[in-house]
């Protein structure tokens, strides 16, 4: 499913944090949107997921406008993870992310064992199996985060959005969760796309990049042509540095300010 930018300009108030970005995100693709707080992560997220709309240009999903599609097959073809997740219910962890599976149910509003399959396979990839009967209330913010991510993943839709999906995870977590990902975009070729402030992982699991500076400029391409150390260091304020041992390479800050 191709999710397609034509001129799309951001503005915050007076402020332009994107200037007519053209772009194309293709099927099987693993993107992560990079930039310094405030650049307009989260405003982007927003605008590809149907949610805001941007100050000029459009965005299409499969060639149609994301205004054009009706509501129920646009939550069956996009699925969104927000920043943040409130939950002011006492729920099991199964069926909080059953809740995703609502764009499917039919009749009578029940689930049946295709949606309790495919929240229990998607608990089982990030390694919430035997959390299935807890109550989400007790769950500490990295598991909570977990759990939403694996109902985004419930949800099977074509075109998944994440925003900042590896935040309160420890490390393991986060590479265990960018794995999940990735499987997600190769294996069944889905559209990924995250935003992160971890460049390296970035640079180690997502095959395309998109880095924002906040002041109009996107540099879209290859993960490694986009998040170099050049481009990088322009856009976070701070010279990096990037530094090889063996097959492994890594931004790293340098001593010296810009």
Known sequence: MTL???????????????????????????????????AGKTTLINV??????????SVSLDGRALASWRAADFARARALMPQATHDAFSATVLDTVLLNRFPYLTGWGWENEDDRSAARSALDMLGLASFALRDVLTLSGGERQRVALAATLCQNAPLVLLDEPLAHLDLHH?????????????????TIVFSCHDLNLARSFATHALLLDGK???????????????????AFGYPLAL???GGHEALVPSIHRL
């Open 174 to 190: 986060q590479i265990d969760c960018l794995h999940a990902l990735r499987d997600a975009a190769s294996a069944q070729k889905r």
């Open 48 to 57: 590809l997921a149907g949610l805001a709309k941007p100050a000029s240009g």
């Open 243 to 245: 530094i090889r041992d």
């Open 4 to 38: 397609h930018l034509d001129h799309v300009v951001l503005r915050a108030g007076t402020r332009t944090l994107i200037e007519g970005l053209t772009q194309s995100i293709e099927s099987g693709e693993m993107w992560c949107i990079a930039g310094p707080n405030g």
């Open 216 to 234: 109009g400029c996107a540099h879209a391409g290859l993960v490694a042509d986009v998040l170099t150390p050049e481009r990088a260091s322009a």
